[in-house]
């Protein structure tokens, strides 16, 4: 029999397991209960089902909520000698134990197995770089797409493919580490096999340890399948993946951060013009190849230079990124452009980093327009921002009525 004031404490204490399980239904594992009467043990487990979840205690199956299962363990805590209760979320273990001692609760993220740990020490890897996404704490991750082997030793032809995901991530990392929202909505536009998603999806919340939900969007049906597939096996279950057409598709509401790795041609255009539409707060975006403008733009000075067919095509990848750039710019977006890899991994390494500021930029909308007018051109981003000139932004007097 507990003391009373054990008693309390344990409801306390399961009062924050019971909202654990209700706030964060989307990243829970487990939850394993063991009960000990002298040398004898009895074991109950909770699962997480459809609706609420599955309490499997000695040889039957019911259906609970949250305080429901912690009544039971509080009930149950009072019968035996010793009780434990071992909750599990996507990075996090909690242990609760009731004993003659007393009631004790730890937390602590998941400890790394003997695998991980010698993959991450792998000499190949940058001993100097502190990799946010870490080989010994991101393995099912890393497994899944391909970075590491089944029994999780990192490939070496994939150590390349690992840096660039890992330095992409840091590249994004402090537009995400400033944000306040109660929920990150991460969206990632022609999403395409899903990786960065998944990459991030794990970097918000088991680094950050931020509540997010990320959605994959792209026209293909079978990488969108793929993607749902490879977040059922890691039980993901804060990410959607819809099969969309960009032209076509509507944002949800309150998007915190549009993502976009080399989606190719207009696919780029039609990834900045949701993330407009949507008055996204962030957008990173790594576009690829460039299409629509190179048949578009004339300007007579420049003939004599770009009258060899690589050189024109050259010019015109530099152009179509820069009006992207100035067209964010115009957008009312803070903007950036680095090279997120080293162009002998690909010449498609540039990254564009935009930040809504919410006010007007007068001097970069004339400046576009005024490049536009120049080169004769117009593209995709034009077009798909055309219809809504006048809506982006949200000025004093509007506030005021």
Known sequence: MMQKGDAAKLRLLLSGI????????????QAVCVFTSGKKKFEAQLIRAEQMYQLRFQG???TVNADAFCSFFAEQAEKFDEALLTYTERGVVVSLSVTARGVQMKQAEREATAEEKQAAANPLLDGGRQYLIRVDQAAALLREI??????????????????QIDHYVELVAPMFEQDDSEEILLLDCACGKSYLSFVMNYYLHEVLHRRCRVIGVDINAHVIEESRAMAKRLGYHNMDFQCADLRTYQP????????SLHACDIATDLALA???RARAKYIACVP??????????HLPELEPLTKFGVFKARFNDVLTDSMRA?????????VSVVEYISPLDTPKNLLIRAVRTGKENTRAQQEYREVR??????????RRCADRENEFFVTDGDLLL
């Open 288 to 297: 690829c190849c460039h299409k629509e403008l190179l048949d578009q733009y």
């Open 60 to 62: 039957t199956m019911r």
């Open 274 to 276: 949701t993330a407009i």
């Open 18 to 29: 019971s909202a654990r399980l209700t706030r964060n239904r989307d990243y829970f594992i």
């Open 252 to 259: 949800p509401q309150h998007v915190t951060a549009v993502i």
């Open 326 to 334: 100035l067209k964010l710019e115009a957008e009312g977006y803070r």
């Open 146 to 163: 391909g970075i590491l082997t089944a029994d999780g030793k990192l490939k070496n032809d994939m150590i390349r493919k690992y840096n």
């Open 373 to 382: 007018e120049a080169l004769g051109t117009t593209s995709e981003l034009d």
